[in-house]
């Protein structure tokens, strides 16, 4: 690992972002530059000229100039777009340098100061609002958590250089070339920005979402945007400007007082600046993710006024102590330092997350509207009541701790209510935009059943269970049992709980999901602490009608525990596994991990926000996935979010079991995985995992009993390599072999019984033969493993057909040797070959062939028929939504085509 790569990991870069965050990081170094340069300028002036009065004349000027700006930047990027007018703030901004430079050069005066400060902050809105405007529509939601104080700290170091500067300044005319300077870094920005653009598509996108429950009214929407998020942030950012700006003042002018010669004053200053930068920089770059990670979004948020209200009140012991002149110093200067770190390294890069579950436009216009309005706002209050108290000599000491411990105290009750708007923008970036009332159409669903009950005849409950197997009878045995009700509820618990029937369990768990009475519920909890997995997972699918129960919660939390315990186990196989088959199953068995989590989930936090999530994650758009992870980030218990995150994350391997290990603790010695496969078998694995894993496996003497379950699996994947293992046994360990079948008389009475039903092509090789298709070949062999037990081996000789046209198309045909030509009439259309497949459509929709098959030459092949395919499709839906996308895929090609043609 090189040492970029180290640095990158350090501060949380992925590979495929290291190039971005670099653009980012330094377009934000120049910016900076250019930003504080102006800053010392003006505050050098401003230091000269009574500051006492003329900062609070420069901060509410400055004010007024910031929202005409704020106004100006937001009109023309809803007209021109955020990418034109970047670059044009850019250009503004260079013009504006160009007259601050003619300022500084011919104004000295007290007028001439206040426009500096203003246009000084003019300039540092309008580079604020292009960088985070630019940044808020190329990072999503996560990334903004793990890169915003990255690429924000960008400016720490220049305005740790600018400060430094401040120090060396010993003549007024040094300040023009520190313009010059700023010029310079301002035209560096301008080319990197074009950088970014030729990289990344700098465009607002509105993405079409749900009506937003319980927004902002709608004559108050041009001033605080449509979310109730926009107008808490807003109002807690006017209030922390406020309180700002009030510290600043009383620093620069504690400072003054003590200092009177102005050199000292701004070595002074410089020096506090430097410090308070360089500690921002570090807290930025090493220590802000990581805490943020830790505590959370919400803590962080409230860190900022939490810490300054702490320290606003201490000054009031300070007043009542009478401290003296180089106390107050000091604490000003702790204050302000603690301030702009809290600030710059906690405050900020969170604030800028807060927006990001917003659609792109919103997010623009909100960070706007906070930057370029309601800051400002609290800058020209926080003017217009120092210059009030400063005409208020017996107000002048105590009366500014005073507003500024309320506005903290107002900023903390803010952001407290800032939180929860968050986390309701997240479940809306989520929400579905047209939904359907689950509780209404299982009402109407329940009527239309209860109605149906008059014309059934009755039945008992066994016979009625037996019949779910039955193709025929199963609707209506399903429609009987819910009729039943509670009656029902004993022996579909007790069937439920003995039957080894994956299929039939899943039936009857789902019979008692529609019967939501405490019986059912109670039943669907026991059968989801059963050590069958597959009988869990049907228990939790069916738990999802119910409400939660708090009873059960501790139940629900043991569960997610030996969910995670095993997903350490399969994530430590997968890192040491060399065979690629068994990689991909143990892949498969943590995404069926995964949604047992989500299950497992829904009974212990808000459901709908954790359904939203799960069906975030799954979702093709990187910004909706960020908002789901967001929302779990935010909602679920720190160790499980980071255990879930870890595999729902693309990531190495090493550092998700690192994770685990953080999260679970050491390990203890564990088995290998192969070992666990067979050990533990379909009651936790898939029958495709357990069929990999066996010839894999090497049993000893002591080991080989485990066998013998797979020797009477009802997979015939499993059956095939369990007898190839057992035939490997007799061959290397014959002393082995022997003891099992003296202990297992019954293994010849098997080995001879599946000896004589072997099938020209075994189980294994016609899941081989499903995944060279083009229907199949992006299905998981673990699903595809569902369909050959339904695969029909057929064969035709020459000349013979298939299927004639007009004939009722009810099968699809896999050829695995020979040709099938297809023809209409004498013309023949195409040819198929080993591996080709044809009829497809027949799966979905019985329809007339619109053409005959005819085989040339020999043909073997592979026919599904529709009924059965039908039943796979029902329990397990990756195969029909993996037909209807290679479907819509060739839908697709056909249209191209026409329309070249």
């Known amino acids: ?434 939904t359907h009332d689950k509780e209404t159409a299982l009402a109407t669903e329940s009527t239309n059943e209860a109605s149906a009950g008059t014309e059934l005849t009755a039945a008992s409950v066994d016979q009625l269970i037996e019949a779910l197997q039955d193709r025929t009878a199963r609707s209506a045995a399903t429609l009987q049992l819910r009729q039943q009700g509670a009656a029902a509820i004993p022996t579909l618990a007790q069937a439920m709980q003995t039957s080894s029937d994956e299929v039939l369990v899943r039936r009857l768990a789902q019979v008692c999901g529609h019967i939501r009475v405490p019986a059912s519920r109670a039943a669907l909890v026991a059968l989801a602490q059963q050590p069958q997995l597959f009988k869990r997972e049907a228990a939790l699918r069916a738990l999802r009608y119910f409400e939660q129960e708090v009873a059960d919660a501790s139940v629900f939390r043991a569960l997610v525990q030996d969910d995670m315990h095993l997903a350490r186990h399969l994530l430590r196989g997968l890192s040491v596994t060399t065979d690629p088959v068994l990689s991909q199953s143990l892949e498969y068995e943590l995404g069926r991990l995964e949604q047992r989590l989500f299950g497992l989930l829904l009974q212990l936090y808000a459901p709908q926000s954790i359904a939203a999530a799960q069906r975030g994650v799954q979702h093709a758009a990187r910004e909706r996935q960020a908002n789901a992870l967001e929302i779990l980030d935010n909602l679920i218990a720190r160790p499980i979010y980071q255990a879930l995150q870890a595999l729902l994350e693309v990531a190495p391997v090493a550092e998700k079991l690192r994770t685990f290990d953080r999260v679970l603790g050491s390990a203890p010695m564990e088995n290998s995985v192969v070992d666990s496969i067979v050990e533990q078998g379909e009651a936790v694995f898939t029958d495709w995992t357990v069929s990999i894993a066996l010839p894999l496996w090497r049993p000893s003497a002591t080991t080989a009993a485990h066998l013998l379950p797979h020797l009477q699996s009802g997979s015939l994947l499993v059956r095939e390599s369990a007898f190839q293992v057992l035939e490997q046994l007799l061959a290397e360990q014959p002393a082995a072999y022997g003891q099992l079948l003296t202990n297992h008389p019954t293994l010849s009475v098997l080995r001879m019984n599946h000896s004589s039903g072997t099938a020209s092509m075994s189980a294994v090789e016609r899941v081989a033969l499903l995944q060279q298709t083009a229907l199949f070949a992006a299905t998981p062999a673990n699903v595809l493993s569902s369909i050959a037990p339904i695969m029909k081996e057929v064969s035709f000789q020459d000349g013979q057909p298939l299927f004639d046209k007009g004939d009722l198309g009810t099968s699809l045909f896999i050829v695995q040797a020979g040709e099938v030509g297809i023809f209409a009439g004498t013309q023949q259309l195409a040819t198929f070959h080993p591996g080709d497949f044809f009829g497809e459509l027949a799966l979905l929709d019985a329809e007339p062939r619109s053409a005959s098959a005819v085989a040339r030459g020999a043909v073997v092949a592979f026919r599904i028929d529709q009924e059965d395919f039908y039943d796979v499709m029902e329990e397990r839906g990756e195969v029909l939504r993996n037909i209807v996308r290679v479907l819509c895929q060739r839908l697709r090609r056909q249209n191209e085509k026409s329309v070249v043609e």
């Open 1 to 434: 690992m090189t040492l970029l790569e180290r640095w990158q990991r350090l501060l949380g870069i992925r590979v495929e972002e290291g190039r971005t965050v670099g653009l980012f990081f330094l377009h934000n170094f120049l910016l900076g530059i250019g930003t504080i340069l102006v800053y010392v300028a003006a505050n050098v002036i401003l230091l000269e000229n009574d500051p006492e009065r003329s900062l609070p004349l420069a901060y509410g000027l400055a004010a007024l100039a910031m929202i005409v700006a704020g106004k100006v930047y937001a009109h023309f990027e809803h007209h021109l777009g955020l990418e034109r007018v970047a670059v044009r703030v850019l250009l503004a901004v260079v013009a504006l340098m160009a007259i601050l430079g003619v300022l500084v050069a011919v104004g000295q005066s007290v007028a001439a100061a206040v426009a500096i400060m203003a246009g000084y902050r003019v300039i540092y809105l309008l580079t604020n609002l292009e960088f985070w405007g630019v940044s808020a529509v190329v990072f999503d939601v996560r990334q903004s958590r793990r890169l915003f104080s990255v690429i924000s700290s960008g400016d720490m170091p220049a305005k740790a250089l600018g400060a430094v500067l401040a120090i060396l300044i010993h003549h007024h005319t040094d300040l023009l070339w520190l313009l010059l300077v700023a010029f310079g870094a301002y035209i560096g920005a301008l080319l990197v920005l074009q950088a970014t653009r030729r990289q990344h598509v700098v465009e607002a996108r509105p993405a079409p979402r749900a009506a937003r429950q319980g927004g902002v009214a709608p004559q108050l929407q041009q001033w605080f945007g449509a979310s109730r998020l926009v107008l808490t942030m807003c109002l807690s950012m006017l209030l922390i400007a406020a309180v700002t700006t009030g510290i600043e003042y009383s620093f620069f002018v504690n400072v003054k007082h003590k200092f009177h010669d102005q050199g000292t004053v701004m070595r002074y200053v410089g020096t506090v600046l430097v410090a308070t930068y360089l500690v921002a920089l570090i807290f930025k770059l090493l220590l802000s993710r990581v805490t943020l990670d830790q505590v959370g979004v919400r803590w962080m948020l409230v860190a900022l006024p939490a810490v300054m209200l702490a320290g606003l009140l201490l000054a009031g012991g300070l007043w009542l102590g009478q401290a003296g002149e180089s106390t107050l110093l000091l604490y000003f200067c702790g204050l302000y330092l603690t301030l702009e770190v809290l600030r710059r390294a906690v405050f900020d890069p969170v604030f800028l997350v807060l927006f990001q579950p917003l659609s792109p436009p919103e997010r623009l216009q909100a960070h706007t509207l906070a930057k370029g309005l309601y800051e400002p706002l609290g800058m020209g209050l926080s003017g217009v009541l120092l210059v009030a108290v400063h005409q208020l000599p017996a107000w002048r000491e105590w009366a500014p701790f005073l507003w500024m411990s309320l506005f903290m105290g107002g900023a903390l009750l803010l952001l407290h209510r800032t939180y929860g708007h968050y986390l309701s923008e997240l479940q809306h970036a989520l929400s579905r935009r047209f």
